[in-house]
């Protein structure tokens, strides 16, 4: 029963963690063990704006503006939709799925149907979905946002990822921890993005923050001039 597992994960991981600590002292490394707890910890706790949801869509850079407008609508329902219900929000609807929405803009039950909701999505939430697309439909032009910039068309954006990677293997060497723990493509394509400013950021970007900052901030942000904003 879970009472047990819950039991079971005191009993076997305790005496482990007490062991891993030890062993992080003696190398010197607790403080960025505690502090890459810290960060995975606040990164769980982060409050997203729901009218900015939106810019989390994958793929919401293909869209035009009045189908990103309907993709804000629809974003901004589903996150509070799934925070009244308590639920993850690709269980209120799927992200390709709203994305679908968005892109297609049906006007009947029918056309959700096609382009393919699952029969819970449109029986609880298909008249929902109806009304914000027939609101985006409505909007005047100047009400429409600008259009999303992909970050993987930026010019420059293959030979600054490679470049990041390059220096984050070289500083992996000098540290002696591993290149993957010390930055992952997401890491790198937050940091782009802030560098370019296609996403709002909450804070600074994790490969120029706490313990990886003390090891890459400067250099970092060095490599960075060469890629103008």
Known sequence: CQL???AADVFYLLPIASQLMKEAEASGWLAAALNECQMTQQRR?????PKEAWRDITNAWQLRTRQLACLQL???WRLRKARERDLAVNFVVREEH???VARYMPGSMGELDSIGLSGSEIRF???TLLA???KAQQLPDEALPEPLLN???MPGYRKAFKAIKALVQEVASESKVSAELLASRRQ??????AHWKLKPQNGSPELIAGWRGELMADRLNALLEAYPQ
């Open 125 to 127: 939430h298909g008249k």
């Open 4 to 6: 047990d597992y819950a």
């Open 45 to 49: 706790q982060e409050i997203a704006d």
């Open 151 to 153: 970050l993987m068309d």
């Open 188 to 193: 790198i394509n937050q940091l782009l993005n």
């Open 132 to 134: 914000l697309v027939a």
């Open 98 to 100: 709203l994305w679908a």
């Open 74 to 76: 629809l974003a901004d």
